[in-house]
């Protein structure tokens, strides 16, 4: 998993939920049970959020919606 596959999945224009992203990894979403690859993905949305790529709304600690910044959208079109 790296930044650019989350930045990838997550919408520019409207927030998607954590199931919709989930959905647009596709076969990059962990698998039920697999905790270290669940670790990762966590780990890359967070790096992906403190350089400011992606804003994250929490509701009670856990990731309600996603949607990229600017700045994240102009990554992900220099990368295509």
Known sequence: MNIQTILEAVPSTECASFSEFCRAL????????????????????????????????RVNGKIDTLILTEAGVARVRSQR
């Open 26 to 57: 596709g076969s990059d979403c962990p698998e039920r049970g697999e905790r270290d690859d669940w670790a990762e993905l966590f780990d890359c949305i967070k790096a992906a959020e403190n350089l400011d790529l992606v804003e994250v709304e």
